[in-house]
């Protein structure tokens, strides 16, 4: 009878022991801010989950507004990991100290030197070219050649170009900066504005529909904004045009992310940010929103590989932040707005 009943309390005691193993490790969790819309990271991380059993719980909002909230939270935060787009923004979350290094020879391995921060407080998870477009009625690719050309005189009256107050354009001037110098980026910066055929748009789809619509003949802009166009109007008489080919190259910015300074579950994190740069999420990372994929052993998307290939701008991109502040307040002696 005894040893019946230490049996039945050993059966339960074996039990519960295994509920709780299971329980505490589905009750892993790893909190992320992102600046990148739920339809675009969902899908990463319900196969992250799905693969690991830890759980990714996210708020999705502006860059600005999760920076100021991570800043206001302090230690308190509850995140573990940001996300958001453009190597000038996760370089001011690292410099006001929300982002802390990462040791990881999977990140090193997986993502070029020149898409992560030297210090390793983020890391690039796609890549973003921002380049030419053009009306085909109008030119032809042998007219075009660098973005410098674009401040020449036979461009008068001709070029479009979305508001200075967007981050992308602030980071393509920055890194101008960093390869030409403060003079001679702000002669080619007041080119430009010479030639520009209206005011500043408001974003880069605008800017292709007045370059449709004739209203001016070539811009710059983000590759993934020219897929969506033309996905959605595949008549439109625009095509992509890779500059700088024989010189410095295409001006490439990074969808990325980093591990936050007080985050409480530092090492599901890093295994969060190991798997988003694997061969396995790359590609659901860069299809979803038309970018290129930044683990260099991942095929482009058929869609995004048919506008050719082209040769990156091989400047550590931490320059767009660096360089940031001057290059606003070179845009804005320029007369860009």
Not at 52 to 71: F, H, N, P
Not at 156 to 179: D, F, G, H, P, W
Not at 230 to 244: G, R, S
Not at 286 to 315: L, R
């Amino acid at each position: 009878m005894l040893k019946r009943k230490v049996s039945h309390v050993l059966v339960v005691l074996f039990f519960f022991n295994s509920l709780f193993v299971i329980n505490a490790a589905y009750a892993e969790q790893v909190v992320v801010y992102s600046a990148r819309i739920e339809q675009l990271i969902k899908p990463m991380f319900d196969a992250f989950t799905k693969d690991t059993g830890i759980r990714v719980k996210y708020t999705t909002d502006k860059e600005g507004a999760l920076l100021a909230r991570l800043k206001a939270e302090g230690k308190n935060t509850p995140a573990d990991m940001l996300i958001t787009a453009d190597a000038g923004n996760l370089w001011e979350a690292a410099r006001a100290g929300l982002l802390k290094s990462v040791n990881s020879d999977v990140l090193s391995k997986n993502i070029p030197a020149h898409l992560r921060d030297p210090e390793s407080a983020w890391f690039g998870l796609s890549i973003r070219a921002r380049t030419i477009v053009y009306n085909i009625k109008k030119i032809a690719p042998a007219d075009l050649s660098t973005y410098e050309d674009l401040a020449d005189v036979k461009w008068r009256k001709r070029l479009c170009l979305r508001t200075s107050k967007k981050v992308y354009n602030q980071s393509l001037v920055a890194m101008m900066i960093a390869e030409h110098g403060e003079a001679e980026s702000e002669k080619i910066v007041r080119g430009w504005i010479a030639n520009l055929a209206t005011d500043p748009l408001s974003d880069d789809t605008r800017a292709m529909e007045f370059v449709a619509a004739g209203r001016c003949d070539v811009t710059l802009v983000n590759t993934y904004y020219y897929g969506r166009l033309m996905e959605k109007n595949p008549n439109l008489p625009l095509a992509i045009f890779w500059p700088n080919q024989n010189n410095s190259g295409v001006h490439v910015n990074i969808s990325g992310a980093g591990i936050t300074q007080y985050s409480k579950n530092e090492k599901a994190a890093i295994k969060l940010l190991e798997y988003l740069s694997s061969e396995k999420a790359q590609s659901l990372f860069a299809d979803v929103n038309m970018e290129y994929p930044v683990n260099p052993k991942i095929e482009t998307d058929p869609a995004v590989a048919a506008w050719g290939i082209f040769k990156q701008n091989p400047m550590n991109i931490v320059k767009a932040g660096e360089l940031q502040t001057t290059a606003v307040k070179l845009m804005d002696r320029a007369g860009y707005r």
